[in-house]
Nanobody
């Protein structure tokens, strides 16, 4: 079974940047699609960005296109989310997720990390 651990969250001012990282252990995730989701208080968890098993395909939610970039390193069993031009509405708990399905699913992930808090505030 795969275990996921996120890191890199914190407090940042509007317009700033943060980089989230997710490390996988237990078994290689080289054949898994990996994604980032987020959940703000009082809202449902939503897809943010995802990458196919080899990084050949990526997808981002419209709300983060042009600001967030997902990348993965299968040799290191990691996936990262570079977040630029952060907005107050990006405040949420961010979760790393994995699934053995093809492509870049936006739902149906079956392995989740514990989450890391990102707060965008002045």
């Amino acid at each position: 079974q795969v275990q996921l651990v996120e890191s890199g969250g914190g407090l940042v001012q509007p317009g700033g940047s943060l980089r989230l990282s997710c490390s996988a252990s237990g078994r290689t995730v080289s054949r898994y699609a990996l994604a980032w989701f987020r959940q703000a208080p009082g809202k449902e968890r939503e897809f943010v960005a995802g990458t196919s098993w080899n990084g050949g395909y990526t997808d981002e939610a419209d709300s983060v296109k042009g600001r967030f970039t997902i990348s993965r390193d299968n040799a290191k069993n990691t996936v990262s989310l570079q977040m630029n031009s952060l907005k107050v509405e990006d405040t949420a708990v961010y979760y790393c997720a994995a699934t053995s399905g093809p492509g870049v699913p936006t739902k149906g992930y079956d392995v989740w990390g514990q989450g890391t808090q990102v707060t965008v505030s002045s």
